[in-house]
C-alpha cells in the first residue's frame, strides 16, 4: 500500500501543470516603454550629447555675423611745444572716425550655412545615441524576462525533484528501489539548486545595468508588469531598407556632414576675393593763422589682397575631400544597414522557428515521454533513471524554447535599432 501510494503521489507531480511562480516583491511593476522614458529622460551621457548639441546650436547663431565696428578718437597735428593749442596750425584737428570691416559678398551666408549644418550634424549624433540606449534597454529587459522565464521554469523543476528524491528515498526504505536511484535524483536537485544560483545572480547583474541606464540606484528591484512573449515582424528585407533609409539618424547625420562640407567649399571658393574695411572720419578744426578753419570730412575703404592662392587652394581642397569622406562614410554605413537588416532577420527567423518547433512539437512529445516513462514505471517496465532521464529532458527543452523566444525579441531590438525605428508587430500564439 505504500509504495501504491508513493506510485499515485510521482504521477500527480509530474502530470501536474506548471504553476506561475509567485512574486512577493513588494516593488512597483514596469513595463519596457517606461523602463524606455526613464532611460531616455534621465541617462547622463544622453544629456551630455544633448548640452553638446545645444552648444553647436549656440554657435551656429553666433556664425556669419559682423564684427563690432571700430571707433577711433584722434588729436591729429598738434604742435610739441603747445601740444593742447588747435587753434596755432591749420593742419591741426580733432577728428573721430568710424570703421566696419565686411566679408566679400556671400561669406557671411556660407559661415552661418556651414555652422548650421554642423549642429544639425550633432542633433542627428544625439538621435542616433538615443537608438544606440533604446537597444541596450531592451536587450538587457529581454535577458531579463529570459531569466526570470528560466527561474520559473527552475524552481518548478526542483519541486519536482524534491517529490522524486524522497520518492525514490520511500523506495529504497522498503527495498523497491536502488541507492544510487536516490544519489541521481540527489545530484539532479544539486545541480538544479546550483542552476537557481547562476540565475539569480545574472538577474542582479541585469537589475544593476538597467538601472544604470536609466539613472537610478543598481540595487533598486525591476519586477516586469507582462511576460515573455514572441512577437513576429510584420515587414520584409525590401521595407526595412526603405523605412532605414528614411529614419536612421546616421544617415541623416551624414548627409548633414556633407552639406557642411558643401558649404566650407563655397566659402573657401570665396576667400579668393577680398574683404573689405569701410571707414568714415570727421575732423573739427578751429581757425588758426588767419584762416577760417572748416571742418573736414575722410571717407575710405581698404581691402585684402588675395595673392596667398596656394594657401586658398587647399582650404578648397580641404573641404572636397571633407564631402567625399562623409558619401563614402554614407555609402558604408547604407552597406553596413543592409547587412545588419539581412544577419537580424536571419537570426529572427530561425528563433521563430526553434520556437514554433518546441512549443509544438518537441515539448508536447517530451511531455508524453515523461507520461509514458511514468506510466511503464508504475507497472515496473522501466526504471528509475528512465523517468528521472525523460524530466530533465523536459526541463531542458523548456529552457531551450525559452531561450529561443528571448533570442527572438532581442534581435528584433537590433533591428529596430538597425533600421533606427520601432517596428510593428503581428499578434502571435507563441506566448512563453
Not at 63 to 82: F, I, T, Y
Not at 265 to 274: I, M, N, Q
Amino acid at each position: 500500500m505504500k509504495h501504491f501510494r508513493a506510485i499515485l503521489l510521482l504521477c500527480a507531480v509530474l502530470l501536474l501543470p506548471a504553476a506561475a511562480r509567485a512574486d512577493d516583491s513588494s516593488a512597483a511593476r514596469l513595463t519596457l516603454p517606461e523602463i524606455l522614458a526613464q532611460a531616455l529622460a534621465d541617462n547622463p551621457e544622453l544629456k551630455a550629447d544633448a548640452a553638446r548639441w545645444e552648444t553647436f546650436v549656440q554657435q551656429a547663431r553666433q556664425a556669419g555675423s559682423l564684427d563690432d565696428p571700430m571707433l577711433m578718437l584722434r588729436a591729429q597735428n598738434l604742435l610739441v611745444r603747445d601740444p593742447l593749442a588747435f587753434d596755432r596750425d591749420t593742419t591741426s584737428a580733432r577728428v573721430i572716425g568710424i570703421s566696419q570691416a565686411v566679408p566679400f559678398f556671400g561669406k557671411r551666408d556660407l559661415k552661418r550655412e556651414a555652422a548650421l549644418q554642423n549642429a544639425e550634424e550633432a542633433r542627428w549624433e544625439l538621435e542616433e545615441r538615443k537608438l544606440e540606449l533604446a537597444r541596450m534597454v531592451k536587450e538587457s529587459w529581454y535577458r531579463l524576462l529570459y531569466i526570470d522565464r528560466s527561474l520559473e521554469i527552475v524552481e518548478k523543476n526542483i519541486a519536482i525533484l524534491d517529490d522524486l528524491t524522497r520518492f525514490s528515498e520511500t523506495l529504497y526504505g522498503v527495498g523497491q528501489g536502488l541507492q544510487q536511484d536516490v544519489l541521481k535524483a540527489q545530484v539532479e536537485r544539486s545541480k538544479m539548486e546550483e542552476e537557481r544560483i547562476s540565475l539569480r545572480q545574472k538577474r542582479r547583474s541585469l537589475e544593476a545595468s538597467l538601472n544604470g541606464l536609466r539613472f537610478r540606484p543598481a540595487d533598486l528591484p525591476i519586477v516586469p508588469a507582462a511576460p515573455l512573449a514572441l512577437t513576429p515582424l510584420a515587414m520584409d528585407a525590401k521595407a526595412l531598407e526603405d523605412l532605414a533609409v528614411r529614419s536612421r539618424p546616421l544617415l541623416k547625420e551624414l548627409a548633414a556632414r556633407e552639406r557642411k562640407g558643401v558649404a566650407r567649399e563655397r566659402l573657401a571658393k570665396k576667400e579668393f576675393y577680398p574683404d573689405f574695411t569701410f571707414s568714415l572720419e570727421y575732423m573739427q578744426r578751429d581757425p588758426a593763422m588767419g584762416e577760417e578753419g572748416y571742418d573736414m570730412y575722410t571717407a575710405g575703404v581698404t581691402f585684402n589682397l588675395p595673392v596667398q592662392r596656394e594657401r586658398r587652394h587647399a582650404m578648397v581642397a580641404e573641404a572636397g575631400s571633407e564631402i567625399r569622406m562623409a558619401r563614402a562614410e554614407s555609402d558604408t554605413a547604407r552597406n553596413r544597414i543592409r547587412q545588419g537588416i539581412a544577419d537580424a532577420l536571419a537570426q529572427m527567423e530561425r528563433s521563430r522557428r526553434l520556437a514554433e518547433l518546441y512549443r509544438e512539437g518537441i515539448i508536447p512529445q517530451a511531455d508524453q515521454a515523461l507520461a509514458s516513462a511514468t506510466a511503464a514505471y508504475r507497472v515496473g517496465k522501466v526504471d528509475f533513471m528512465n523517468v528521472l532521464d525523460s524530466q530533465m529532458a523536459l526541463f531542458n527543452f523548456e529552457r531551450d524554447y525559452v531561450e529561443a523566444v528571448a533570442e527572438h525579441q532581442r534581435q528584433l531590438a537590433v533591428l529596430e535599432a538597425v533600421v533606427g525605428a520601432e517596428l510593428p508587430t503581428r499578434k502571435h500564439g507563441a506566448g512563453s
